[in-house]
Every structure is written in structure tokens, then in C-alpha cells.
């Protein structure tokens, strides 16, 4: 039974004409409400995770729930669809589990706080922010086991409340919560800080419909929704064959030795409608690293892309929808059937990226991204210190950024819109440990016209004993590289003890003990390159050894020879890349690297650490039935 609005004012919106600059100027409001948001946040967060990387995402919606300003889409339509309860003014809700938003929310560490925000008795519009929490209970600190085969292993799950009722605070479902996290405190001034957010934007809001009049600024709203929509609608029309294309790309494992999980979409159009079908991924998995996907969640992401590589000045918000459905398989690795375990669906989320630009770019190659979303590595380091106190880390680091149409890919970086890193001084004042290196991995980037970013090693010391987890992809199945360029190189992790000895510990690990004094190389993968790499300038190149961004050896995949001086033998590489463009062959669109059997073969003579191994279905996934 969907959810009940109250009003008490029930008089409908009356449609206004809009000029252009009142459209300018509330567009540019909405914008800053939602930068408003944000600082907010930042500002009164506590965990390194929303603090200090940005990891919580705001949205400004219509009065009937479509996204006016955001980043991930609406999933108010899944909320609104799954709530039987009633919304009135003076309300405001709490929830954390993906299985009643339908998957609008996709792991129970992302808490959401959703206001419906009133004026003049009309319901004007809804603020909504989620922010992923250190610490919501569970079998390991952190609360992402990727070895949970249950999402009730993953910690609390807070299905849709009141967290406000009529503007009374809810103060025993707040503590309920906080009980079952080892960090409450943290958890508890982040709640805060999301509450705070969106109250700042439904101020701003209020403030807009007075100043505009709430038909005017209602009218507006409806006037950006269809703007987009014609936009979009062009793009679809440009950019979108009805002859389908089909990509594919892969998860290297899932922690539990099984992998690699494929993920496929085709995607074609039918008139003015783009197709998206996802037949042929594989189906869920045993353990976490299931992505429940949201239908508008995804069509955003595909509308970000289209807007992004073809017209970034598009506002993108929820007005497109329609020209686009989205079909996937019940019971697969992006439609886990409940109580499938969702915690690690950080690997599949990024891949999706990779996987649109794969479709998008086959019509137009030349605005084709390489890999290199990916994933984004997770490493958590908890225990007792010698005071007795309870410390917890929860980071995520970065990878190289692919190589793009318009330059070289950043190296270290992140393709969420927003993130940053924990500075290096903030690790070392709050947590027991001292980072050793944090510098770029050369050559790790793929060669191209324009390079793939490098990786990063982040060189932990670790000064007190504890746990640590590791989570992390592509480094089995590297990022590939486009029109020319090559993959770029894959994560590994190598753990050095106090006494010297060295392993190769798994990308994906849990409750790995340590000791004062041991070290954790964490090394990321490098974003696959972009266009020919004989094409890019040798000067480049050779100033890219000297800021340690290359190798000598690693000039050579570019066919450039460096001389003993450091400066370019512009015979030698003349005569090499003429060599190399003739032993190459054709250019193919992708270059994926080895085949899946090839990295099999190659995995333990790398690494010493097993291949995955292909799961059977029938023993290793739950049962979609």
C-alpha cells in the first residue's frame, strides 16, 4: 500500500509562465541549496568517512519526489511505493535498508534522512541526504563483511521511520540505533549532521516560494524536469543506436575464492527509448559483493554519462526517466534476491561505469572513457590500544582514473563526484599508525595518447595490534584501454612483518591480525590508457620519467628510448615505435589484456595467491525462487 500524504491545503499547483531569468535564478538557488548541503554536512560530521571524504550524497526533489538537484537520482518513488504509513508536515523519516527502498540506498552502513518539506499547508518539495556510517554493528568493525552470506551480518537494518513526528523528536529509534554500533558517537553526530543538511535546503526552498510565489517556483520546477528531458531526449536520438550493442566486464572475485562475476547490459533504442537490459550478468552471489541496483539510480547514472561526454552545461535531475527503461534479471548479482548480503556491492557499483562507457562509446569511439572506475579500496584497521581506548579506521583510497578523449587520466584519484582523500596528518593524529609512503606507482597507468592515471602505494605502519580488512578489485581483471591504448596495471597488497618476512595478502580479506610495527603496502590499479601511445609526444614522456610518473623501461611501451642524459634518442624511438606499429597489427577499440584463462595461469606465478574460481551456480548462490 504506497504512503498517504497529508495536506492541509490539498488546492493543487497552478501552472505560471516562468521567464527566462526567474528559471536562471531559481536553477542557480537550487544549485547552491544543495552546495549549502554539503558544507553543512562537512561541517558537523564527525567520521573520517563523511568528514574528510565527502562520503554522503544530498537531493533536492520535486513535490512529487523526481529529483531536481542531486547526484544518484530519486529513490523517493521506491520509498514512496513501499511506505504504507502516512507524511505530513512535521515529519521527518530514517532508514537504512536497501530491501524497502528498493535498492535506492544500497548498503545498511548509508543511513538516510528524508524531509518532506511543506509551506503554506501544500507539500512543496522533498531534502533527502545519505551518508555512509563507520560502524553500524555486525560480525567485523566496519559492518561490510565480505564474507557475509546474509545482510544480517552486515549490522542494524532500520526499515522506513519517523524518526521526526510532527515535529516531535524520536529520541528511543535514534537510540536503538546508535546501541548497535561500535562508534555511536560518531554515528550519532553524523545522523545530526544529515538531519541538519537537509533542514538548511528546505529553508532555502521556503525561502524560494515566497520570494517567487509557491506556483512560480513550482512551475520552474516543472520547466527544468522538461528542459532535461528535451535535452536528453536529443542526446538518445545522437547517440544511441536501434542496432543493440552489448558490452560486458567482470568482479574479480568475491572473497570467498569464487569470481570472476559477470556483468552484461545491451542497450539499444526503441523511437525516442533507450533499452537497458542486463540478460546474460551472472546471478547473485554467496557472499556481499551483491548490487542491489535501483532502476533510477542507474538511469542517472546513464543520463551523467550522456550529459557529461556529450553537454556538461545540462542540469541533470530526473526528467529524462521516461526515455529510458531499465531490465534486470531477478535473482542476479544487480537484483540479489532477500536476504542476500550486500555489503562489498562497492566493486559492482563502480563497474557499472566501465560498462556504460563500453556502450556508449562503440557508436562514437572518439568520446569513449578507458576503465578505471572500478572500485573504491576499503581499508579498515581496528582494535584496543594500550590506554584500553577502542579505535577504528574506515578509509577508502583511489585508484588511477582512466585515460579520457580530452587529456591523461589523474593518477590517485577518484571518479566520485566529490571525494577526497583523509589527509595523511588526520591518519596520524586519531588512529595508531604512521603512513610511511603515499606516492604514485609508476608506469601503473596504460599507455595511450593519453595515459591512464597511475595508482597510488599507501604505505602503512601499523603501532598498535588489531584486525585489518582489506577490500579491493581489479586485481585480477585489470581496466582495459580504448582506441589503441592498453590496460593499465593491477591492485595488490603485500603485508610486511615486524621480524622482515613479506606475503601477498588477497584483495579481499577479512580479520587479518597485526602487530606494533607491522606494514601494509596498499597498492591501487592504474586507469587503463586512451588512443595510440606511439602518437604521444616523447617530450612528455620524458618529462613524465622525471616527475616518477614513468619508468625508462616503462617509456619503451610508449616506443620511446631515452638516452643516458635522460633526454629523448629521437632516432632510436623513430626506429622502435616504427618497429612496434608493425609487430601490433590493427587497432582494436578495446584491448582487454590477457584472457580470463591467461590470468588464471598468471595468478599464482604473480602473486602466489590462488585464481578465483568459476562458482557452480547450483551450490554457490542462494536461490532466486
Not at 530491501?99 to 501544500?122: C, K, M, Q
Not at 610495527?517 to 587503463?528: A, E, P, V, Y
Not at 589484456?593 to 604473480?606: H, Q, S, W
Request: aromatic letters at 10%; a negative charge.
Amino acid at each position: 500500500m504506497p504512503a498517504t500524504i497529508i495536506q492541509s491545503n490539498p488546492t493543487p499547483f497552478l501552472r505560471k509562465p516562468v521567464d527566462p531569468v526567474t528559471l536562471d535564478i531559481i536553477e542557480n538557488a537550487l544549485r547552491n541549496a544543495r552546495v549549502e548541503m554539503d558544507a553543512t554536512l562537512v561541517r558537523t560530521a564527525m567520521s573520517p568517512g563523511i568528514r574528510e571524504q565527502g562520503d554522503a550524497f544530498p537531493l533536492i526533489a520535486d513535490h512529487e519526489g523526481r529529483m531536481i538537484v542531486g547526484q544518484f537520482g530519486s529513490f523517493i518513488g521506491g520509498f514512496l511505493s513501499g511506505y504504507d504509513g502516512t507524511i505530513e508536515e512535521g515529519d521527518m523519516f530514517f532508514l537504512s535498508d536497501p530491501y524497502s527502498v528498493e535498492g535506492a540506498i544500497s548498503h545498511s552502513n548509508d543511513w538516510l534522512v528524508l524531509l518532506p518539506v511543506f509551506s503554506g499547508g501544500r507539500l512543496l518539495a522533498y531534502t533527502a541526504m545519505f551518508g555512509h556510517m563507520s560502524d553500524i554493528g555486525g560480525k567485523v568493525p566496519g559492518s561490510m563483511p565480505i564474507d557475509a552470506t546474509s545482510i544480517f551480518q552486515e549490522g542494524v537494518r532500520i526499515p522506513p521511520v519517523k524518526i521526526y513526528r510532527k515535529g516531535e523528536y524520536n529520541e528511543e529509534v535514534v537510540k536503538l540505533a546508535l546501541h548497535q554500533s561500535r562508534t555511536p558517537g560518531w554515528c550519532a553526530a553524523d545522523l545530526n549532521a544529515l538531519i541538519a543538511s537537509c533542514r538548511v535546503a528546505s529553508r532555502r526552498l521556503i525561502e524560494m516560494g515566497e520570494r517567487f510565489g509557491i506556483d512560480h517556483y513550482v512551475s520552474a520546477t516543472e520547466e527544468l524536469l522538461a528542459r532535461n528531458h528535451r535535452a536528453m531526449e536529443t542526446l538518445i536520438g545522437q547517440a544511441v543506436s536501434e542496432e543493440p550493442v552489448s558490452f560486458e566486464d567482470y568482479i574479480c572475485d568475491d572473497g570467498l575464492g569464487y569470481g570472476p562475476y559477470k556483468i552484461k547490459c545491451t542497450m539499444w533504442r526503441d523511437g525516442d527509448k533507450v533499452i537497458l537490459d542486463f540478460a546474460g550478468t551472472d546471478p547473485q552471489s554467496a557472499a556481499s559483493i551483491n548490487f542491489y541496483l535501483n532502476e533510477n539510480m542507474f538511469k542517472m547514472f546513464f543520463g551523467i554519462y550522456m550529459i557529461m561526454i556529450f553537454d556538461p552545461q545540462i542540469l541533470f535531475n530526473d526528467g529524462f526517466y521516461d526515455l529510458i527503461e531499465v531490465r534486470i534479471p531477478k535473482g542476479s548479482l544487480l537484483k540479489p534476491v532477500f536476504p542476500a548480503a550486500l555489503s562489498g556491492r562497492t566493486h559492482a557499483l563502480g563497474r557499472i561505469f566501465d560498462i556504460l562507457g563500453g556502450l556508449l562509446g562503440q557508436k562514437t569511439p572518439q568520446f569513449l572513457n578507458a576503465a578505471g572506475f572500478s572500485s573504491s579500496p576499503h581499508l579498515f584497521y581496528a582494535g584496543t590500544d594500550r590506554k584500553g581506548e577502542w579505535f577504528q579506521l574506515f578509509q577508502i583510497g583511489f585508484g588511477g582514473v582512466p585515460g579520457r578523449p580530452l587529456g591523461d587520466g589523474p593518477d590517485g584519484h577518484s571518479l566520485w563526484p566529490g571525494f577526497t582523500n583523509v589527509p595523511n596528518e588526520f591518519l596520524e593524529r586519531y588512529f595508531p599508525l604512521i603512513i610511511e609512503r603515499y606516492e604514485t606507482v609508476p608506469d601503473s597507468g596504460g599507455p595511450g595518447l593519453h595515459r591512464g592515471g597511475n595508482g597510488i602505494i599507501m604505505t602503512y605502519r601499523f603501532l598498535e595490534p588489531g584486525v585489518i580488512a582489506i577490500h579491493d578489485d581489479r586485481w585480477f581483471v585489470p581496466p582495459w584501454g580504448v582506441n589503441g591504448g592498453l590496460p593499465g596495471e593491477r591492485a595488490r597488497k603485500i603485508l610486511v612483518k615486524a621480524d622482515g618476512t613479506e606475503a601477498i595478502v588477497g584483495n579481499k580479506v577479512e580479520d587479518i591480525e597485526v602487530e606494533a610495527g607491522d606494514m601494509l603496502h596498499f597498492i591501487t590499479w592504474g586507469g587503463g590508457g586512451w588512443g595510440d601511445p606511439f602518437d604521444r609526444d616523447p617530450a612528455i614522456v620524458a618529462r613524465e620519467i622525471r616527475q616518477g610518473l614513468l619508468t625508462v623501461e616503462g617509456a619503451r611501451r610508449y616506443g620511446v628510448v631515452i638516452a643516458a642524459d635522460g633526454s629523448v634518442d629521437a632516432a632510436a624511438t623513430d626506429a622502435l615505435r616504427t618497429t612496434m606499429r608493425s609487430d601490433r597489427g590493427a587497432i582494436e577499440i578495446f584491448d582487454f589484456g590477457p584472457g580470463i584463462e591467461a590470468l588464471r595461469a598468471a595468478c599464482e606465478t604473480e602473486t602466489g595467491l590462488p585464481a578465483p574460481i568459476q562458482p557452480r551456480w547450483a551450490e554457490h548462490r542462494l536461490a532466486a525462487e
